[in-house]
């Protein structure tokens, strides 16, 4: 029987706790005695995985098979629908803070995590995975890196993380972590105004004042630190030190990047690599004109001026 023909009948095979390890044993037998199989056929083993893990209990790992199968059938509805009764259900309809930063400057994010508790306002501290945690009850390391250039993948993987621990219901303000809340009734208006709209928003950047080499003299990898940015320009995005995405955009941002993970690939910005999904999702930018808006200072000079 050759490979194909294995998989087919394996995938018509009701996983069961008594046949789950001989059927994990199958998946990676067949793998390991054929180096190419198809994408049409590799999925299935990784959903058959994700089955397996989850009859287990292992929810984690069950999840991350699924995501594995769905990038190599992004168009199938079914694996789609799968993942949606999978994640976690939640009536919650509120704002969500999430404070990018890293290991390097958490004194920084726990001030600011600060503000917001005493503002009463929900947030978590992202960092990546690869250093030291933050000792705090909020802080969530992802499976990212700590890195400037690996901004895209932590936030990503921080929406991602949110849309399947928290809820697909709630809204994400996403901040970095040298903004201050100063006007905390300021942040909840336009928060909840956000969420109604199920709104993209943010302040804009334009092709005018995008610097493609803002990234030289901080990325960890000596090569970056000399190669411009070199993807194009589709339409305005939200500047990065605070935008908002409401549930509506922020599932269409995990499923595109759950479907087809290479659009991060070359991707240095994490600001504009929403922008262009937003963009790619045909999802407008509602335009603001400062931080304030938010309630928010931002303590620092942006990359794309302001002070």
Wanted: with cysteine; hydrophobic share 40%; glycine share 6%.
């Amino acid at each position: 029987m050759n490979f194909s023909n294995q998989i087919v009948e394996l995938h018509e095979i009701a996983v069961t706790p008594d046949n789950a390890t001989a059927m994990m044993d199958i998946c990676a037998r067949i793998e390991q005695e054929n180096p190419y199989i198809p994408s049409d056929f590799k999925w299935i083993l990784d959903f058959k995985r994700f089955q397996i893990e989850r009859i287990r209990g292992e929810d984690a790992a069950a999840l991350v098979y699924l995501k594995a199968a769905i990038a190599l059938a992004p168009y199938r509805d079914d694996l789609l629908r799968v993942y949606r009764e999978a994640i976690v259900k939640t009536p919650a309809k509120a704002s969500l803070a999430l404070i990018i930063s890293c290991s390097r400057y958490q004194e920084t994010a726990l001030r600011l995590a600060e503000q917001f508790e005493d503002a009463q306002f929900p947030y978590l501290i992202v960092t990546g995975a690869d250093t030291s945690p933050i000792d705090h009850p909020r802080a969530v390391q992802v499976n990212a890196p700590d890195n400037y250039e690996g901004l895209p993948r932590k936030v990503t993987a921080a929406l991602h993380w949110v849309y399947e621990n928290v809820g697909s219901q709630v809204g994400i303000l996403k901040v970095d972590d040298d903004q201050s809340l100063v006007d905390p009734q300021q942040l909840k208006a336009s928060t909840f105004l956000l969420k109604e709209r199920d709104a993209y928003a943010g302040i804009p950047i334009t092709s005018l004042t995008h610097d493609r080499c803002w990234h030289w003299n901080k990325c960890e990898d000596p090569a970056l630190n000399r190669r411009a940015y070199g993807k194009p320009f589709y339409r305005p995005w939200a500047r990065g030190g605070a935008y908002y995405l409401g549930s509506g955009p922020l599932e269409k941002f995990v499923l595109a990047t759950m479907r087809f993970p290479g659009l991060l690939e070359g991707e240095y910005y994490e600001d504009k690599f929403v922008g262009d999904l937003m963009a790619l999702e045909d999802i407008p930018l509602v335009e603001l004109q400062s931080d304030s808006e938010f309630g928010l200072s931002l303590d620092h000079r942006h990359r794309f001026g302001g002070t």
